[in-house]
């Protein structure tokens, strides 16, 4: 929908509210600033809305409800890297909540259809598309073992040093990046679209996107290369409308993630690396 900076403006607060309860959930891990921030964004959205919503409008504090719904149930697990399979069940109840309790409220509650997953878009990928998918697993073996390795994030994550660890890696790493594209992409990013322009909307999907990266164990100078991730993954969604082509470009990302993370944990069983 598109809207003019007059209409939008007003919204912005709220919104930046409630993606702001992102870095304090997962970056400083200050809760009661996370719980303050989601209340403050969705009451400021209703304050701002109350008799001027129409019927044809789509609903600011309904979406950034939904948003912060989903946050709050991210925030309620750890998010370090564990294999274990506690670990692993809290991981899949959680993050696998935290995308389908909005989009059932949004869908069966409030009767829209703002969280779809349009995971085929019928058109072939092109030269560029393809292009980028090889672009991504170079830039992934230049960047990522240095990042890893020389800032020690690599030790973020568990030591998977048998078969069985490095299987469960695999799938774990697979796992979350392909909900990444779910919540923040179809979910976050969609949400927000409905009300602010797509390169705000981007921006503020980010913020959210980053910080959640960022307590998975991306620290450090992480933010360099998460935010143009982040931001990156937005704009290819834009352009091709695709979750099945960003959950590709983000799965090759993850495979080089993988692959470090074993090669970092077991020095010379993966011999592919500069460093």
């Known amino acids: 929908m598109t809207r003019t900076a007059v209409a939008w403006a007003p919204s912005v607060v709220p919104a930046l509210l409630v993606c702001l309860a992102a870095p304090a959930f997962f970056v400083a891990e ?16 209703w304050l701002i ?3 001027a919503v129409t019927a044809s409008a789509p609903s600011l504090t309904r979406d950034l409800s939904l948003i912060a ?6 925030s309620v697990i750890p998010l370090a890297a564990e294999l274990d399979n506690m670990a692993m069940l809290r991981f899949t109840l959680a993050l696998g909540g935290a995308v389908a309790v909005p989009y059932a409220i949004s869908r069966f509650v409030f009767r829209d259809r703002a969280i779809s997953f349009p995971w085929r878009t019928h058109r072939r990928w092109g030269r560029l598309q393809w292009g980028w998918l090889i672009a991504v697993l ?3 073996w230049l960047i990522l073992p240095f990042y890893f390795i020389t800032s020690g994030v690599y030790l973020n994550w568990p030591v998977v040093d048998s078969p069985e660890l490095i299987a469960r890696l695999f799938v774990g790493v697979g796992a979350v990046g392909i909900w990444d594209e779910l919540f923040f992409i179809c979910t976050v990013f969609a949400l927000l679209r409905r009300h602010f322009p797509d390169a705000l909307a981007n921006v503020l999907q980010m913020i959210v996107f980053v910080s959640f990266l960022w307590e998975l164990g991306y620290r450090e100078w992480g933010p360099v290369l998460t935010i143009p991730f982040a931001l ?5 969604f834009l352009r091709t ?22 090669h970092a944990h077991n ?9």
């Open 267 to 275: 020095p010379g069983l993966l011999p592919i690396f500069l460093i």
């Open 241 to 262: 409308h695709s979750l099945a082509y960003v959950v590709t470009v983000h799965l090759l990302f993850d495979a080089v993630v993988f692959a470090v993370l074993v």
């Open 49 to 51: 809305e109350r008799g």
């Open 69 to 74: 719904l989903g946050l709050l149930i991210v």
């Open 232 to 236: 990156l993954q937005g704009y290819i």
């Open 138 to 140: 170079v830039l992934g």
């Open 30 to 45: 200050w809760t009661w600033l996370g719980w303050a921030l989601l209340a403050a964004g969705v009451g400021t959205a």
